[in-house]
Structure formats: C-alpha cells, structure tokens
C-alpha cells in the first residue's frame, strides 16, 4: 500500500497519494469527464465570487450610502433595481452551474463506478482455473460489491477536492481585494483549525480504514460459509453458533464504519465553532469599542456571506482529507486486483486441435499438480480413445478422476506431457463439461438449457431436454419451457437439476462429452434411460464418463480405473 509522506501535513501527502493512485485508477475517458467535471467547478466558483464582490456595493446602496463609482456607473437607471437584478441573474448563473456540476458529478461517479465493477468481472471470468480456485468465492464477491464501489468512491472524493480547493482560491482572492489584512488573519485561523484538526484524526483514520477492510473480510467470508453450509447447521441445531460469529464480525464492521462516519464530521464541527467564534469576537469588539454599528453593517454581511460560502469549501476540503485514507486504501486493492487477474489473463481455455487422418483424444504421459510443493495428482498418464467412442474412468475417491477430466477439455494444463484432440475435420471439436457441481440460472428452464450458447431455438431444447428425460416433466408444468427452476435450482430434485445440466451440454451437439458423476443422483433405472438415449441419438460423438457403478460399464467401449501408486500418485492399472 501507498503511505503518505509523514514530513508533510497530512492533507497535502493524501492529496498527492490520490493523485498519483488516480492516475493509474481513472480510465483515459474518466479522465476527460473528471476535466469536464473541473471547468463546472471553476464556473461556479467564478460566479460565486462575483456574488461575493456584488454584495457590498448592494447594501451600501439599500442603506443610503451607494458608491460614487456605482452612481456613476448606473447613471439614468434605479440604481437600487438595477443592482438587484444585477444580483438575481448572477445567483440565477450560480443555480445553473451548481446543477450541471452535480448532475455531471454524479454521472462521472456512476461511470467510475459501473466500470471498476465490470473491469474487474472481466478480469476475474478470464482467469485460469488453479488461479480462480485460489482465492475463496466471497473474495471476488467482496472485492466487486464492496471494495469496487468503495474505491470508486474516490471519484466524488476528487470532484469535491477540486471544487473545494477552486471556491478556496477564488473567494481567497475576494477576500484579499477586499481587506488584505482580515483575509490574511482569517485565512491563518482556518488553516490553524484545518491542518490541527486533520493532524489529529489523519493517522487514525487509515488505521480505521485498514480494520474496516479485513472486518469486512471475515464478515464476507463467515457469510458466505454460514449460507453454505445452510442444511447441516438445520440439521444439527448450530444456528446460534454461526449467528453468534456473524454477528462478531458484525459489531467489528460496524465498530468501524463508526469511527470512519465521525472522523469526517471532526474537522467540520471545530471550524464552525472557530469562525462563529472569530465573527462574533469582532463584533463584539466593534460594539465595545463604541464605534457606529451601521458602517459595520455591509461588512457584516459580506463576510457572513464569503464565509457562508467559503466554510462548506474548506469543510469539504478537510471531510475530504479525512476519508481520502480509505479511498485510497480500496482504490490500490482494486489495482493489485487488475494487475493480479491481468498476469493470469486466460482469453480461452480449450485445447488446441491437431489435424490428422484419424480423430481420438488423448493424454500422453500427463502429470499434474496443484502446487509445486505438493505430490502429483495424477503422474505419467497415458490414455487413447478414439473418435466416436465412450471411455468410462473408474476408481477411488481421491484419485484424480475429476483433474483428468479437466485436463481433457483444458481446464487445467499439464506441468509435463500433452493434452492431444486430434481431428480430422476442419473446425475445432465442440467440447461439453458437466462437472460433480453445477449452478443453474435464477431463470427459466429455457434460460438454463440455453445458457447464453445462442438466441434459443425451442426444437433444440426440446430435443435436449428429450435426451435428459426432462421432457415429459417440462410438459406437465403450466408454463413450459417458462417455469422458473428457482435459485440454484430450488425448485427441482437433485436428479432433476442433474438432467437439466446434461441437457444444457447436450444443447450445444458436442464432439467430445465429459460427465464427472454427471448422473450419480439419478437412480439406476433412470441413469440406464438416459445413457441408452443419449448414445442411440447421438452416435458420432465421444463420451469421457466418469462412475462407481458397475451397470453403466456396459455403455463404455473402453475402461479405464485409477488407482494409487507406492508414491501416492494416480496411474492407470
């Protein structure tokens, strides 16, 4: 992480970490609505000046006492009308300007915030498998719905630094054409109260933005495990176990946010209280020293009226020094992530296809392994099929029945020998995977046959859906192929979900099937229907199925068991 340079005030180190962090967060075209954004900011900020100068002359005049120079100036015009039109159409300009600034502001904080989500589910949905297992699910779900949208947060961070910091120099400058001497003391009591009051809280408030992301951590994490593990924690009667966790990281997160939500308000509260009290110090002043009351009138309402507008900018200024800690604390998160996700940018996974004479499918001499330091899942396999053909893989739990069919469509790669598809047509073999787990839509049925392959074409999921021995049971529901199946399928049995995920893999007519126990919660009598089916009506493609019952070896044309070797490896016997 960026810390900030501690040998300066901790306002102007943030600042210059935001700068250097925005630089490589904010994309080339947020970076040209981030410039819009500041031209809106120095128009009002022009105009709110101009108010301020327009002020003083306004109310010598209401009070009898115009300016020559006014008089003058508005010679033949009713110089009181005239000044009060002058003033509503420059506080007409300022509405204009504050509107498209917060309507320009709030549509570059959305587009920041829409592409750092959609930035980094790119990243993530183009990983390789071993790098997308190594982090836990609610990871990536936290870094999306809650890291994302915290670092983009920034956005409005920088808008309110920039428009704070632009009102600051521009009513400065009124200030000191006005009185040198009283800007030069008022602006010294402001920067006392400002940097004081950020001193105080700046180091605090990156300490708290820290715990805030690792309780955030474990909040999403106990979460995600609690959800997970829904019907165990039922069955054994655990609720206030996991409740009692949650709501641990809970008073954490909230302990936090806590401090994070007052630490900002700090600064604004003691520079209310220091320029109420330096204004109503001069006037009591002015009234002890028994000078005339109305000479101090107009300068009364001038100040009121630069401070009124000059005290939000400063207080947006400190707010803004307060959380900068935090934004930028997500914001180099959400970096390392891209940066993470773009070294191990997969644009496709598949197997690159061999021309030849002859299609088959084959491993030769593959060894695998999840980590270095571990031993091998499975070592020196060699296995052929040809095309078309069904292969059966048989064995133990544990024995790496599951890595050789991911090796086999190319999830996973080999640390040494090959991965061949041979094939001797002109286009690349269609590939179909159903692994042990699969996550259905929050749709329809069709949705979840369909998923996304193409428009959807009802003839072709019928057929699927024939193929599963899905069929008859879609029929009899009223809405068809509409009915929805509920989240992750919870509106169907675990054999029917089973079948609605072979007859989304079916949808697609592959060359090369890979069932990985794709029908162990269907029963025998079922399993044996839906195999004949498939393999009556689809001849000419392969299937790499993976059983322990003994029925369904009869479909294969080849099998091959797993066992374990004297090294703890996968071989074939």
């Given at each position: 992480?960026?810390?900030?340079?501690l040998t300066?005030?901790?306002?102007?180190?943030?600042a210059?970490?935001?700068?250097?962090?925005?630089q490589?967060?904010?994309?080339?075209?947020h970076?040209?609505?981030?410039?819009?954004?500041?031209?809106?900011a120095?128009?009002?900020?022009?105009?709110?000046?101009?108010?301020?100068?327009?002020?003083v002359?306004?109310?010598?005049?209401?009070?009898?006492?115009?300016?020559?120079a006014?008089?003058?100036?508005?010679?033949?015009?009713?110089?009181?009308?005239?000044?009060?039109?002058?003033l509503?159409?420059?506080?007409t300009l300022?509405?204009?300007a504050?509107?498209?600034?917060t309507?320009?502001?709030s549509?570059?904080?959305?587009?920041v915030?829409r592409?750092?989500?959609?930035?980094?589910?790119?990243?993530?949905?183009?990983?390789?498998?071993?790098?997308?297992?190594?982090?836990?699910?609610a990871?990536?779900?936290?870094?999306?719905?809650?890291?994302a949208?915290d670092?983009?947060?920034v956005?409005?961070?920088?808008?309110?630094?920039i428009?704070?910091?632009?009102?600051?120099l521009?009513?400065?400058?009124?200030?000191?054409?006005?009185?040198?001497l009283?800007?030069?003391?008022?602006?010294?009591?402001?920067?006392?109260?400002?940097?004081?009051?950020?001193?105080?809280i700046g180091?605090a408030?990156?300490?708290f933005?820290?715990?805030r992301?690792?309780?955030t951590q474990r909040?999403?994490i106990?979460?995600?495990?609690?959800?997970g593990?829904?019907?165990?924690?039922?069955?054994?009667?655990?609720e206030?176990?996991f409740?009692?966790q949650?709501d641990?990281?809970?008073d954490?997160?909230?302990y936090?946010?806590?401090?994070?939500?007052?630490?900002?308000?700090?600064p604004?509260?003691?520079?209310?209280?220091?320029?109420f009290s330096v204004l109503?110090?001069?006037i009591?002043?002015?009234?002890?020293l028994?000078?005339p009351?109305?000479?101090l009138?107009?300068?009364?309402?001038f100040?009121a009226?630069?401070v009124?507008?000059?005290?939000?900018?400063?207080?947006?200024?400190?707010?803004?020094?307060?959380v900068?800690?935090?934004?930028?604390?997500?914001?180099?998160?959400?970096?390392?992530?891209?940066?993470?996700?773009?070294?191990?940018d997969t644009?496709?996974i598949?197997?690159?296809a061999?021309a030849?004479t002859q299609?088959f499918?084959?491993?030769?001499?593959v060894?695998?392994?999840?980590?270095?330091?571990?031993r091998p899942?499975v070592?020196?396999?060699?296995?052929?099929?040809?095309?078309p053909s069904?292969l059966?893989?048989t064995?133990?739990s544990?024995v790496?029945?599951s890595?050789?069919?991911e090796?086999?469509?190319?999830i996973?790669?080999p640390?040494?020998?090959s991965?061949?598809?041979?094939w001797?047509?002109?286009r690349p073999p269609?590939?179909?995977y159903?692994?042990?787990?699969?996550a259905?839509l929050?749709?329809?049925i069709a949705?979840?046959?369909?998923?996304?392959f193409?428009?959807?074409?009802?003839?072709?999921i019928d057929?699927?859906?024939?193929?599963s021995?899905?069929k008859?049971?879609?029929s009899m529901l009223p809405?068809g192929h509409?009915?929805?199946?509920?989240t992750d399928?919870?509106?169907l049995?675990?054999?029917e979900?089973?079948r609605?995920?072979?007859?989304?893999?079916?949808?697609?007519?592959?060359d090369?099937?890979?069932?990985?126990?794709a029908?162990?919660?269907?029963d025998?009598?079922?399993?044996t229907?839906?195999?004949?089916?498939?393999?009556?009506?689809?001849?000419?493609?392969?299937v790499?199925?993976v059983t322990?019952?003994h029925?369904?070896?009869r479909?294969a044309?080849?099998?091959?068991?797993?066992?374990?070797?004297?090294?703890?490896?996968?071989?074939?016997?």
């Amino acid at each position: 992480m960026t810390k900030p340079d501690l040998t300066k005030p901790l306002f102007l180190a943030h600042a210059q970490s935001l700068a250097k962090v925005l630089q490589e967060f904010l994309a080339p075209h947020h970076k040209r609505l981030l410039f819009l954004v500041s031209l809106w900011a120095a128009a009002l900020s022009l105009v709110e000046m101009l108010v301020a100068v327009a002020v003083v002359p306004y109310v010598q005049c209401v009070g009898g006492k115009c300016p020559a120079a006014v008089v003058k100036m508005l010679d033949g015009w009713p110089i009181t009308l005239a000044l009060s039109g002058f003033l509503f159409l420059l506080i007409t300009l300022k509405f204009v300007a504050q509107g498209l600034l917060t309507w320009t502001t709030s549509n570059f904080h959305q587009k920041v915030q829409r592409d750092t989500v959609s930035r980094l589910l790119r990243g993530y949905l183009h990983l390789d498998w071993a790098s997308f297992q190594s982090q836990h699910r609610a990871h990536y779900l936290r870094r999306c719905f809650t890291t994302a949208i915290d670092a983009s947060y920034v956005s409005q961070q920088a808008v309110a630094l920039i428009s704070s910091t632009l009102m600051l120099l521009f009513l400065t400058a009124v200030l000191l054409w006005h009185d040198a001497l009283v800007a030069f003391g008022l602006c010294v009591c402001m920067l006392i109260l400002g940097i004081g009051s950020q001193q105080l809280i700046g180091r605090a408030q990156n300490k708290f933005a820290h715990e805030r992301e690792l309780a955030t951590q474990r909040w999403n994490i106990g979460l995600a495990e609690c959800l997970g593990s829904f019907r165990e924690i039922r069955i054994y009667g655990l609720e206030r176990f996991f409740l009692d966790q949650l709501d641990r990281a809970l008073d954490s997160v909230a302990y936090s946010n806590r401090r994070l939500s007052f630490m900002p308000n700090l600064p604004r509260m003691v520079l209310e209280f220091g320029l109420f009290s330096v204004l109503l110090t001069l006037i009591s002043a002015w009234v002890f020293l028994e000078r005339p009351i109305a000479d101090l009138l107009p300068q009364i309402i001038f100040y009121a009226f630069v401070v009124r507008a000059l005290m939000p900018a400063m207080i947006n200024l400190l707010s803004t020094g307060a959380v900068l800690a935090g934004s930028i604390v997500n914001m180099e998160l959400v970096l390392q992530e891209f940066t993470w996700a773009a070294a191990r940018d997969t644009k496709h996974i598949g197997i690159g296809a061999v021309a030849t004479t002859q299609s088959f499918f084959a491993l030769k001499n593959v060894t695998f392994h999840h980590l270095s330091d571990q031993r091998p899942v499975v070592e020196n396999i060699n296995l052929r099929m040809n095309h078309p053909s069904w292969l059966a893989l048989t064995g133990p739990s544990g024995v790496g029945k599951s890595t050789v069919m991911e090796l086999l469509c190319g999830i996973n790669t080999p640390q040494s020998g090959s991965v061949i598809h041979a094939w001797s047509e002109d286009r690349p073999p269609r590939v179909a995977y159903l692994p042990q787990q699969v996550a259905l839509l929050d749709g329809t049925i069709a949705d979840n046959v369909v998923f996304g392959f193409d428009a959807g074409d009802p003839a072709k999921i019928d057929q699927a859906l024939e193929l599963s021995c899905l069929k008859q049971m879609v029929s009899m529901l009223p809405l068809g192929h509409s009915a929805r199946v509920g989240t992750d399928g919870t509106q169907l049995s675990g054999g029917e979900r089973q079948r609605l995920a072979l007859a989304r893999a079916l949808y697609r007519h592959p060359d090369l099937l890979l069932l990985d126990e794709a029908t162990s919660g269907l029963d025998e009598a079922t399993e044996t229907q839906v195999l004949s089916a498939v393999k009556h009506a689809r001849p000419n493609m392969s299937v790499v199925f993976v059983t322990h019952r003994h029925a369904c070896l009869r479909f294969a044309d080849q099998v091959i068991s797993l066992g374990i070797d004297r090294c703890g490896s996968s071989a074939v016997q």
